[in-house]
C-alpha cells in the first residue's frame, strides 16, 4: 500500500514539475555585465486567455462571454487588454506599443470569438 501511494505520489510531482506556466517568457534587462530577469512578458495567446478567465477583472476588463462581448461592442480592446497587464506587471511597457504584439492580441481574440 505505501508503495503505491509513495508512486502515484512520484509520477504527480513528475507531471506537475513538466507544466509549463501559461507560456511566460523571461524578458532580460541589458545592464551591461550581467543581465537579470526583470519581469515575465505573457504571450498574446495567454494574455487573452487570462482575460477570457477574468483575471484583468479589477482593471475593469470582465471575463468570460462578458469579455467577448465587451470586445465586439468596442468597450475593451487589445490595447485596453495590453494596458491593464502593464499595471499588472504582466508585460513590458513597451509592449503596449508594439504592433506585431498587438496584432497578434486581436488575433487570439478573433479566434476565441470564432470557437
Same mark, same amino acid.
Given at each position: 500500500?505505501?508503495?503505491?501511494?509513495?508512486?502515484?505520489? &512520484?509520477?504527480?510531482?513528475?507531471?506537475?514539475?513538466? +507544466?509549463?506556466?501559461?507560456?511566460?517568457?523571461?524578458?532580460?534587462?541589458? &545592464?551591461?555585465?550581467? *543581465?537579470?530577469?526583470?519581469?515575465?512578458?505573457? $504571450?498574446?495567446? /495567454?494574455?487573452?486567455?487570462?482575460?477570457?478567465?477574468?483575471?484583468? $477583472?479589477?482593471?475593469?476588463?470582465?471575463?468570460? *462571454?462578458?469579455?467577448?462581448?465587451?470586445?465586439?461592442?468596442?468597450? +475593451? &480592446?487589445? =490595447?485596453?487588454?495590453?494596458?491593464?497587464?502593464?499595471?499588472? /506587471?504582466?508585460?513590458?511597457?513597451?509592449?503596449?506599443?508594439? $504592433?506585431?504584439?498587438?496584432?497578434?492580441?486581436? &488575433?487570439?481574440? =478573433?479566434?476565441?470569438?470564432?470557437?
Amino acid at each position: 500500500m505505501k508503495l503505491a501511494i509513495l508512486g502515484g505520489l &512520484s509520477v504527480l510531482l513528475f507531471s506537475i514539475a513538466d +507544466v509549463p506556466t501559461l507560456g511566460v517568457e523571461i524578458a532580460a534587462a541589458d &545592464s551591461g555585465k550581467n *543581465s537579470t530577469p526583470v519581469r515575465y512578458q505573457l $504571450r498574446p495567446f /495567454n494574455l487573452v486567455y487570462l482575460a477570457y478567465q477574468g483575471y484583468f $477583472r479589477d482593471q475593469g476588463i470582465p471575463g468570460y *462571454s462578458a469579455f467577448l462581448a465587451a470586445y465586439e461592442a468596442g468597450r +475593451v &480592446s487589445a =490595447e485596453d487588454l495590453v494596458q491593464s497587464a502593464v499595471k499588472k /506587471n504582466k508585460v513590458s511597457p513597451e509592449t503596449a506599443t508594439d $504592433r506585431g504584439y498587438l496584432r497578434a492580441v486581436k &488575433s487570439q481574440i =478573433e479566434s476565441l470569438r470564432k470557437d
